[in-house]
């Protein structure tokens, strides 16, 4: 099967007819957990607002974000807060080099793409808990919540809209697969790793 963005037969400074070699960095929980949010995200949006369906998948996504916190604090390297998350200088250095075509391809997450995974995480949370506190007697019928709880989730809609953009965006910039690297867990290894 031909990959939408295949992978280069040859690296840069290798002989011709070597193959990339590929290392495995995302790990199958990782994996499931994303592929788990986005179908919650998506059906929340499909279902009928404030049923049963509707709440136990905002239910389910709040579960999943307390389960990548943990998992970030507590998983394997490449799923850990610790490997990926930078703060704002490398943020606004990676984004300077990318713009100008200098940024180098980056094995896990890059600093811009860790912004977008925090803040998605966030606003998974924040219309999960703003549809919870719906449910509750000091909050139920409060159009104001509601109408939060509504802005909140286009918001999101929107955010995870740039993330499929800028995930496709870094695949042809690359020449790799992002997305079959979230389902198969593996991506072409930097020049000086190995396999």
């Known amino acids: 099967m031909n990959a939408p963005f295949p992978l280069p037969a040859v690296a840069a400074g290798r002989d011709a007819g070597t193959r990339t070699s590929t290392v495995k960095v995302w790990d199958p929980l990782l994996r499931l957990f994303h592929w788990s949010l986005a179908a919650c995200v998506l059906g929340a949006f499909l279902v009928e607002e404030g049923d049963m369906a509707h709440r136990l998948l905002g239910y389910t996504a709040l579960g ?45 997450h890059n600093p811009a793409a860790a912004v977008m995974i925090l803040v998605l995480m966030a606003g998974v949370a924040a219309v999960g808990l703003t549809g919870w506190m719906q449910t509750l007697d000091a909050y139920h019928d409060l159009e104001w919540l509601e109408e939060l709880h509504e802005a909140l989730a286009y918001g999101l809609l929107a955010l995870v809209g740039v993330h499929v953009l800028a995930a496709i965006t870094e695949s042809l910039h690359y020449r790799e697969n992002l997305v079959a690297a979230m389902i198969h867990g593996r991506k072409r290894a930097l020049e000086d790793e190995g396999p």
């Not at 799923?79 to 990676?94: I, L, N």
């Open 64 to 108: 999943l974000i307390a389960f990548r916190v943990l998992w970030g604090l507590a998983g394997p390297r490449q799923a850990r807060f610790s490997s990926w998350v930078r703060g704002p200088r490398a943020v606004g250095t990676y984004l300077r080099e990318r713009l100008a075509g200098r940024s180098r391809r980056q094995l896990g």
